[in-house]
């Protein structure tokens, strides 16, 4: 469900946090984000900074997003895309070209994040936030006290936990999970192979309580459900309220992903979308993100700004021995996506 939420200019004072007030300016910003995935604070505090009034609409994947924009919607003049979709972007002309090189704030991006494989050049997006999809148990109600660490309980659940789990209806989340414990590419283009995928995730459905993306931290802290396919950010505000609730990094393989600041080809306020970018890649600002959301950012410099507890959860900063576990999401061919699309069409029935 898309929850819109508009937020107007505050005190003037919030901006006494500020790192470096940008020059005043006019208009409206509107936001096309995922939900819960930006402090309203620092909208605020973005407001007061440069008398732009900005309004948040949100969406639970990138496929919600795309189909969104393909349909025709015009009028967004952000969007937060993840890597994979990020070519599919370019290619269609959804998006436009913004220089991110030329802004200010540019040389504050760590050098790992300055030529992404999917825009080597910055030309079309800037970094946000980063991180992994893995799940969560709650450790006081599982069988046992702990899970191994692999895909299997979650996607072949105890009988005690039927009901109790969810999984993300993000078909590209779900689909490069099964692939993975199979042992398959997440973008394979195997009949056979994606049929295996089907019939695995069809054995699942029946343990499900829900497909759902938004709401993942509240669920598992009401006790809710007891596992939950997650994104690790969203693990980790879990766990500072049930600190019970364990991430998993499951050994067949972990998706890591990194989501991106991009202004629609039907932007309104092109010049506003860019005096935002240039401004969330202030330290200050990109560590208020990464302290509201759990996820790590690309940015120099925010170091000091991250809560203590962010720094030191596993489930933000993946520990050495699980870095080999990390799979990128690079984009799939036509025939991947289409097998894909197939399968998740056949599960939702």
Same mark, same amino acid.
């Given at each position: ?123 079309? +997006?800037?970094? $946000? ?5 893995? @799940?969560?148990? %709650?450790?006081?109600? =599982? *069988?046992? !006290? ?99 609730? +364990?991430?998993? $990094? ?5 998706? @890591?992903?990194? %989501?991106?600041?991009? =202004? *629609?080809? !039907? ?83």
């Amino acid at each position: 469900m898309t929850i819109k939420k508009t937020l107007k200019t505050t005190l003037a004072a919030l901006a006494l946090v500020a790192v470096a007030a940008p020059a005043q300016a006019d208009g409206e910003l509107f936001i096309y984000n995922w939900s819960n995935y930006i402090p309203p604070d620092l909208l605020k505090r973005f407001e007061a900074e440069t008398g732009i009034d900005v309004t948040l609409d949100v969406y639970d994947s990138n496929e919600t997003m795309l189909a969104k924009l393909q349909a025709g919607a015009t009028g967004y003049d952000i969007i937060v895309p993840s890597d994979y979709i990020v070519p599919r972007l370019i290619e269609e002309g959804i998006i436009q070209a913004i220089n991110t090189k030329s802004m200010e704030n540019v040389g504050n991006v760590r050098p790992a994040f300055q030529s992404p494989y999917y825009d080597p050049d910055l030309e079309y +997006t800037a970094p $946000y936030m980063w991180g992994t999809t893995g @799940y969560s148990y %709650d450790a006081d109600r =599982v *069988p046992g !006290g702990e899970v191994e660490d692999s895909w299997g309980p979650f996607f072949k659940p105890a009988e005690e936990l039927k009901g109790q789990v969810v999984a993300l209806n993000d078909v590209s989340e779900l689909y490069t999970a099964a692939a993975y414990y199979l042992g398959y590419g997440r973008c394979t283009e195997s009949a056979t192979e994606a049929q295996d995928i089907l019939n695995l995730l069809l054995a699942q459905k029946p343990y499900l309580a829900m497909y759902q993306s938004d709401g993942t931290i509240e669920r598992m802290i009401a006790g809710e459900v007891i596992m939950h396919q997650q994104w690790n950010g969203a693990a980790h505000r879990t766990k500072m309220e049930r600190p019970s609730v +364990t991430f998993v $990094y499951p050994r067949e393989g972990v998706p @890591y992903w990194a %989501d991106n600041l991009a =202004v *629609p080809t !039907g932007a309104r306020n092109p010049d506003n979308a860019k005096v935002f970018i240039n401004w969330m890649m202030a330290p200050q600002n990109a560590a208020e993100v990464s302290n509201y959301t759990g996820y790590m950012n690309a940015i120099d410099g925010s170091g000091e700004f991250l809560d203590e507890a962010l720094k030191a959860d596993p489930a933000v900063n993946t520990p050495p021995e699980y870095q080999d576990r990390l799979r990128a999401n690079t984009p799939c061919s036509a025939k991947a996506i289409d097998l894909r699309d197939k399968v998740w069409t056949k599960l939702k029935k």
